[in-house]
């Protein structure tokens, strides 16, 4: 059995995170744009804050999937979204510039 500690390096979260928003945002052409990473820890949970900054068509199925995206499901192995807010939406030049912020925790 491989520690998880070894699973958790193989794939960092930020890699995750930006691999599964261009998997949910693939039908609509999103795009990533930037991603900052923080290390985050509490008394109890260790993780990494992260800013993403993503572009899609300014059309309405992208609008939709932004305000839903708090809520999405994601699945990263070693790692969850512990808290997901869409910061800002920006339109520029027929796009949707959108800022994220994402918490994910290590899986123990």
Partial sequence: MIP??????????GTA???????????FGLRVDSRADQPWASATFVGTQHVVRIAAPAIPVVRSWLAALPEAPFALRGHIVADLSVDAIEPVAGELHATLSVLTLEET
């Fill in 4 to 13: 998880r500690t070894a699973l958790t390096r193989d794939r960092d979260a």
């Fill in 17 to 27: 995170l930006v691999r599964a928003l261009r998997t949910m945002g693939a039908a």
